[in-house]
């Protein structure tokens, strides 16, 4: 029996460290796992590429791996995304400044969007979805950080 191989896509939307350059965005990398599920690595400035249709409706999992501002900026763009669901990780001693940062008067509260908001802690974690897991891990820099590994089945 021949073994099928799904293939999926993945966006670089921005890979510049820090600010935007003639070569680029800042991080965020988008992959969409299914016709569902879409799984954004960081919220930079690349974000402003993404294509609103791609997402609008679809289950978005951002993983946040921190808080420096070159990596989530995007936050306040999210609501125009109109997704079904957004579920942002986070490292776990960052949870209670991404709430923070997540809310009045920086950006729309999550409370008052129109599609349920969770927002899970990880370190070194095994995180399982309906379709895929990440694991995530703590790495080494100035400020708690998480790299993060998506495995499909
Ligand atoms: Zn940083």
Redesign the pocket.
């Known amino acids: 029996m021949k073994e099928e191989t799904k293939a999926f896509e993945i966006v670089f939307y921005g890979t510049s460290?820090w600010f935007d350059s003639t070569s680029g965005a800042t991080n965020s990398v988008g992959v969409f796992v299914n016709d569902r599920d879409i799984v954004l690595f960081d919220l930079g400035t690349g974000v402003r590429k993404i294509d609103r249709e791609s997402v609008r409706d679809k289950n978005v999992t951002v993983m946040l791996?921190?808080l420096?501002l070159?990596?989530c900026y995007g936050l306040h763009i999210l609501p125009m995304f109109q997704p079904a669901s957004l579920t942002i990780v986070i490292h776990e001693s960052l949870k209670s400044y991404l709430e923070t940062l997540f809310s009045f008067p920086f950006v729309k509260p999550r409370e008052q969007l129109k599609f349920p908001v969770d927002i899970r802690v990880a370190k070194d974690t095994s995180l399982n979805f309906d379709n895929f897991t990440i694991k995530t891990q703590a790495l080494k820099?100035?400020?708690p950080?998480i790299g993060a590994q998506l495995q499909l089945e």
């Open positions: 460290g791996s921190h420096h070159d990596h820099h100035n400020t950080v």
